[in-house]
């Protein structure tokens, strides 16, 4: 019970650390820490396989393109937006929206019929994290990963070749598209990093 | 039999946070590196809130779920920041009011 207050808390601050950094270098760093502390959370929740996933794949590859790609940018920790700010114009409406989206799901949430579960969900004993066998456990996820529910397993397969090819195809050079004068905006006077330093 | 610690409503609730804050995240920051991480925060939101109805209801399909969404977030991801270099590269800067080359 207080695990779970302390995870919730942790967790709304990271995420609104990640949020209101303006530089991306350190909303990637409160990233990892909200990752971090989601993976316990699910560990709370008997989802084990889930929270060795939510390490590697997100924390562990996910986030190191992040980097990657903030590197590349040689973005650096400066903020990188230039013109005018919008922001103090649409900070109220956009936070009255979230607002009311906020007070109206949880509304649901709250007065919804979430208490409603099957009998053997009252009865069923999910068992220790680690033990073997049991709910959520990850030999429980395995087999029903690879039996029932092995058709979207497969298909995965195939998202993930089209996000190859795709990006493949977004970052090759093979094909320059011609940038017109009124759709880009002449280079800023201030001073810019190159993208890719040339040092010998 | 180990009930639940804390009610399922307690963690969609949670969810629910996690989701609007990520909400905030794209529709305030003009960064999309920012962005695209609001949009993570968005997918572990929702990964969150089909955990912990998996274990409410004692049925692994959540945690199914959860990891094909995990395996879409990190295509979404590739692809969304392929997205950012290329742009960076046209424009040279990536401030998405600045990117409008699609715009009629």
């Known amino acids: 019970m207080i695990l779970f207050w302390v995870l919730a808390v942790a967790l709304v601050v990271t995420a609104m650390f990640t949020v209101t950094q303006r530089s991306p270098v350190y909303s990637v760093v409160g990233l990892i820490a909200n990752f971090v502390v989601l993976a316990i959370l699910y560990l709370t929740l008997n989802a084990e396989f889930i929270f060795v996933i939510q390490i590697i794949v997100y924390t562990g590859a996910i986030l190191v393109l992040f980097v990657f790609v903030i590197n590349l940018l040689s973005s650096g920790t400066g903020p990188f937006a230039e013109g005018p700010n919008l922001m103090p114009r649409a900070l109220v409406p956009a ?5 009311a989206g906020f007070a109206f799901l949880t509304y649901g949430i709250l007065h919804g019929s979430l208490g409603v579960l099957p009998a053997h969900a009252a009865t ?11 709910f959520g456990s990850i ?12 058709l979207p397993f497969e298909v995965t397969a195939l998202i993930l070749m089209v996000a190859v090819i795709g990006v493949v195809v977004l970052a090759s050079d093979a094909s320059p598209v011609p940038t017109r004068g009124h759709h880009v905006r002449p280079r800023s006077t201030a001073k810019r990093e190159p993208i890719v330093k040339a040092e010998r | 039999m180990i009930p639940m610690a804390v009610d399922v409503s307690n963690y969609v609730v949670l969810s629910a946070v996690l989701f609007f804050i990520g909400v905030g995240g794209v529709i305030l920051r003009r960064n999309p590196l920012i962005m695209l991480m609001s949009i993570e925060l968005i997918f572990n939101a929702a990964n969150l809130a089909l955990i912990a109805f998996s274990r409410a209801w004692m049925n692994n399909a959540g945690q199914i779920f959860a990891f094909l969404v995990i395996t879409v977030a990190a295509a979404e991801a590739a692809i969304g920041l392929a997205i950012v270099v290329v742009a960076f590269r046209r424009s040279t800067t990536v401030d998405v009011d600045e990117v409008s080359g699609l715009r009629g």
């Open chain 1, 124 to 134: 069923s004993t999910p068992g220790q994290a680690g033990e073997a066998g049991v």
């Open chain 1, 139 to 150: 030999a429980d996820f395995g087999i029903a990963l690879f039996t029932t529910h092995l």
């Open chain 1, 95 to 99: 936070l009255l929206v979230v607002l």
